[in-house]
Every structure is written in structure tokens, then in C-alpha cells.
């Protein structure tokens, strides 16, 4: 798949974002520098007996590796977000019945929301960390669930918890180091790892 440029990047600093998702773009743009973002293709599916921690790590060094192995001589930036409810982990719901559960399930309830974030340097050296954020939601009907999903149609979000959006008022409090966790991109241990790199923030 091609590049999307967003703009353009001194030689020996080139940064992409592995993700296809536009909120973490829009977040990652936060950062005024210059990148350019493509879709990696993975199979994200949980290797027996993985605990969710290190799926996540596992799954946002894989996308970074995924996009770095062609083009080598970046800078890649590899994400994901599971969210974790009791034992039992939500993805993307896909669909509206699915989203409607998963919703259902959280309601009232304290869930964690995992991210792996990686980054990938151009010689295959990768940083690699687990950023938790927690979320309290509201006790919530029926009807407000389906409204919630018949406006914000959240079917590609972790959880079908869309927070930038209608999402926010389905919670109570969040608590966590970074805000943006909840969206998907944690920008202030992103931001850490960028100056590791020798990239200039601000």
C-alpha cells in the first residue's frame, strides 16, 4: 500500500505512523512533526495462553515492524489498544449487535484500556512500551447505549468506546497518566521516546 504524505521529513529523521486509524493521525500531528502514516497488515490474533499485557506490546511491534520492513531507513511509530473489562478483553466491535454487548458489559464498571506503543528506529532497534489507562462508565439504559451507537456508530474503536467523540458521555472519570490513552496514542510517553531518539519536542 502506498504512502500517504503528510509532509516532508528531513532525510535522516523520517517518521511513519503504522496505523490506519485518522484519531491517532490526528493525534500524532499534535506533535508538529512532520510524518507520513500506512496501513499494516498483520494477523492480530492471540497466541495461546498470551496475556493481554504482552499482546498488546507484541501487536504494536508487530504493525511497526510490518510497514519498517519496507521502508528501512525510517523511523516507525506501531500501536494498538485493547480494552480489558473483568477478564474478559474487547477489540474493535465491528458491528452493531457486538457493539451493543460490549457496551452493555462495561456499563457501571471500571475497564482498563491497554496500549503498546513502539517505536522503530532504522536500524531495527525498537522501543517498546505498555501504557494503562482506567475509565469508569456511567450505569447506563438501553436506550442511551443505542443512541449512543445509532449517533456515534463507534465500530472501530476498542471497546466501541469512541472518547473523542459521544463517547465522553457515556463516562464518569478517567484516571491514567495520558489522557490521550484513551484514544490510542499515548502522546506524552510517545513524546519521551521520540526525544530518546534524537527527535526535537518541542
Partial sequence: MPLRLASVTPDDMQLILASSSPYRRELLARLGLPFTWQS??????????????????RLAYEKAYAVWHEHQQTWVIGADQLVRCGNVLLGKSGSREKAFTQLQAMQGKTVELLNGLCLLAPKGMAQVELVSYHVVLRSLSEAEIRRYI??????????????????ICLIERMEGEDPNAIIGLPLIRLSAM????GFSLP
Wanted: aromatic share 2%; hydrophobic share 30%; glycine share 8%.
Fill in 40 to 57: 499494516p497488515a498483520i494477523d492480530e490474533t492471540r497466541k495461546a495462553n498470551e496475556e493481554p499485557e504482552a499482546l498488546v506490546k
Fill in 150 to 167: 445509532d449517533k456515534e456508530q463507534p465500530f472501530d474503536c476498542a471497546g466501541s468506546l469512541r472518547a473523542e467523540g459521544l463517547g
Fill in 194 to 197: 521520540l526525544r530518546t531518539a
